[in-house]
């Protein structure tokens, strides 16, 4: 550790600049997890980085504060006395960064989160519970909305992140994107329909059937009329609803059928969702996205950390004929799949 400076003007400088509050909050996780691992996947690091990190905080101090016994660091005394004041530290500037923030007329402890209907059943519970285990106290606001309404939230300051389904008109320079899964469209029909045995349909074949359909703004709108097109196909849309749910119900009552994502076989049972022939092949991303101007917010990385967790979670418990997580997403040339079912949170 270097001696301490002092400026021409009087002014001492005593702490290394290697000695940061980032490399305090990771060694504060590792002295209450005592896991290079867990802390590396609550930081969304490798192990090799919280390690380098730590080691580095050593040299900062000027003196040993782990012992290696085996593959595993033991805190010393010395690292138990740091903590102490590493974590009033820590909790000094949380509170002086909340104030601020709160100046500001942002709140520090409370997330307002956007998500799109069709995420609700699986995808945002899981996502809002995840993400308050990472980050105690935290108060997460759920709007609900379409694509339009929630990227305008966001844009104005009135959403601090949303869940949404991307296409290639979200402009996305100034926002971070974390990829959450792959989801197919489908034909929706009611049980009794006489397509709803079949193993698949040609869409273009349904040109004299009654269609029903989300309002303009909706990705399953946008996806709806992208089928269309490819399907090369005028069909008769004898209505347009602002919201899924509404959507399910009229086609389980026979009102026309639509076309929707695999994710929402598990709403409603009284629909079938029939594959598409392989041509018509489309597919959802499902994304979160928030600003970069705000990358170091703690409540949005510990939401994008649980966001890239349920990704992979969905590696492990999706089977393969369901939703696609995000980081194993094929091209349109993904084989065929029955209607997914969601799975179940690791976490209750």
């Known amino acids: 550790m270097p001696a301490s400076v002092t400026s021409p003007d009087g002014f001492t400088v005593a702490i290394d600049e ?3 509050l980032r490399k305090l909050e990771i060694f504060l996780a590792f002295m209450r997890l005592e896991s290079l691992s867990r802390v590396a996947e609550a930081f969304d690091q490798s192990t090799v980085s919280v390690h380098r990190a730590l080691h580095s905080l050593e040299e900062a101090v000027g003196c040993p504060l782990f012992r290696r016994v085996g593959r595993k660091l033991v805190p010393l005394a010395t690292a138990h006395q740091l903590a102490e004041s590493a974590r009033r530290v820590v909790s000094e500037c949380e509170d002086g960064i909340r104030q601020t923030r709160e100046r500001a007329g942002i709140l520090g402890d409370r997330l307002r989160l956007g998500a799109i209907y069709s995420l609700t059943l699986h995808c945002v519970p899981h996502l809002i519970v995840g993400t308050k285990l990472r980050k105690e106290g935290l108060q997460i606001d759920l709007t609900l909305g379409s694509n339009s309404e929630l990227l305008d939230g966001l844009e104005h300051g009135k959403l601090d992140a949303v869940l949404i389904g991307m296409h290639e008109g979200i402009a996305t ?28 349909v040609d869409l ?11 309002k303009n703004g909706f990705i399953t709108s946008q996806s709806f009329e992208q089928l269309i097109a490819k399907a090369g196909i005028a069909p008769r849309v004898t209505m347009h609803v602002g919201d899924i749910f509404s959507l399910i119900n009229l086609i389980s009552g026979g009102m026309g059928i639509s076309l929707l994502p695999g994710r929402i076989g598990s709403f409603s049972s009284r629909i079938r969702l029939v594959p598409l022939a392989e041509r018509y092949a489309t597919f959802q991303h499902i994304e979160l996205l928030y600003p970069k101007s705000r990358e170091d917010d703690r409540n949005l990385r510990a939401l994008a950390a649980e966001g890239r967790s349920y990704s992979r979670r969905l590696l492990d418990a999706v089977p393969a004929a369901s939703l696609t997580p995000a980081s194993a997403a094929g091209s349109a040339t993904a084989p065929e799949s029955s209607p997914p079912r969601p799975p179940c949170s690791t976490r209750t």
């Open 18 to 20: 290697a000695f940061t």
């Open 204 to 214: 273009a074949a349904l040109s004299d059937e009654n269609f029903v359909t989300l």
């Open 173 to 200: 320079q100034q926002l971070l994107r974390v990829p959450l899964f792959v989801d197919r469209m489908y034909l929706a029909v009611p049980l009794d329909s006489p397509l709803a045995g079949r193993d698949s």
